[in-house]
């Protein structure tokens, strides 16, 4: 069963870049047939979609994170990746990995892991 | 960029009700949607795709309908386990939006 799992610091300070990794188990990450993807969700808010990547290293962000966002891929370590520069309390959220299938739907999510940006 | 709306943002209802949530997109996305719940503390689950397929493993109380700009989402016999908030999320070109969700709570 595949399974994905986030890490990452739980603590960023402000002006700095956030970094996060998404293991793949039960599965392998250069299987033609999915995206993977980071998707956000502040405390008590919605959810928002960050990024997605191919196994190929072709990446796809959300426009009003695009100069921020660097999303990568290491097939050798079923792994991808996420970094978001210049943080600030702002983008404090439970980030999440999810394999995306045909039809853009998401159908498998990591637990989540909450970062939290403060000094 | 396409908007979700979802309405009602709040819906307080009864186990064994039928309950019906509405996602509008801002202009046209052929069937393009997809629904997912989340329970407090947990990732959301996907339900529905393509605006009416049934994801394995759902229960058939769930379901989708609606293509163009109007999507719904009923469940026909509110169970205790699914009081939890309602998502939906459009595909397009390989950019994705979510709703803002729909708090299903109990009356």
């Known amino acids: 069963q595949l399974q994905l799992q986030e890490s990452g610091p739980g603590l960023v300070k402000p002006s700095e870049t956030l970094s996060l990794t998404c293991t793949v188990s039960g599965g392998s990450i250069d299987n033609s047939s999915y995206y993977w993807g980071w998707i956000r969700q502040p405390p008590g808010k919605g959810l928002e979609w960050i990024g997605t990547i191919y196994y190929s290293g072709s990446t796809y962000y959300n426009p009003s994170l695009k100069s921020r966002v660097t999303i990568s891929i290491d097939t050798s370590k079923n792994q991808f990746s996420l970094k978001l520069s210049s943080v600030t309390a702002a983008d404090t959220a439970v980030f999440y990995c999810a394999r995306r299938t045909g039809g853009g739907k998401f159908d498998s999510w990591g637990q989540g892991t909450l970062v939290t940006v403060s000094s | 960029d396409i908007q979700m709306t979802q309405s009602p943002s709040t819906l307080s209802a009864s186990v064994g009700d039928r309950v019906t949530i509405t996602c509008r997109a801002s202009?046209?996305?052929?069937?393009?949607l997809a629904w997912y719940q989340q329970k407090p503390g947990k990732a959301p689950k996907l339900l529905i795709y393509k605006a009416s397929n049934l994801q394995s493993g759902v229960p058939s109380r769930f379901s989708g309908s609606g293509s163009g700009t109007e999507f719904t989402l009923t469940i026909s016999s509110l169970q205790p386990e699914d009081f939890a908030t309602y998502y939906c999320?459009?595909?397009?070109?390989?950019?994705?939006?979510f709703g803002q969700g729909t708090n299903l709570e109990i009356k």
């Open positions: 202009q046209t996305i052929s069937s393009w």
């Open positions: 999320q459009h595909y397009n070109t390989y950019l994705y939006t």
